[in-house]
């Protein structure tokens, strides 16, 4: 089994900064895309950022210019720098992968982490 554990989450003030971290785990012969995801109360789940294993990024209008996103393969980690934070930024962040398990070949399999609440209030 494959398993995604994010961290780094945690209250700030507006204007912070914050660095939240997905490490993926288990029987894994290739992580594919990873990206971040979002999900506010009352909101559905968005997708924030994506990465490439080649290390192409795509960014969600709402959050370019103010997070990056970064991996790094043998620790098959991948991280978002969250910058300038602002309260619309408040959700739970969701780590999710694409991932090739050790025994199988030709296709990838999705995973997602548990997700690290960020809050951002004064």
């Known amino acids: 089994q494959v398993q995604l554990v994010e961290s780094g989450g945690g209250l700030v003030q507006p204007g912070g900064s914050l660095r939240l971290s997905c490490a993926a785990s288990g029987i894994i012969r290739s992580i594919s895309a990873m990206r971040w995801y979002r999900q506010a109360p009352g909101n559905q789940r968005e997708l924030v950022a994506t990465?490439?294993?080649?290390?192409?990024?795509n960014y969600a209008d709402s959050v370019k210019g103010r997070f990056t996103i970064s991996r790094d393969n043998d620790k098959n980690t991948v991280y978002l720098q969250i910058n300038s934070l602002q309260p619309e930024d408040t959700a739970v962040y969701y780590c999710n992968a694409d991932v090739v398990r050790v025994g199988e070949s030709g296709y990838w399999r999705n995973y997602w982490g548990q997700g690290t609440q960020v809050t951002v209030s004064s």
């Open positions: 990465i490439t294993s080649s290390g192409n990024t």
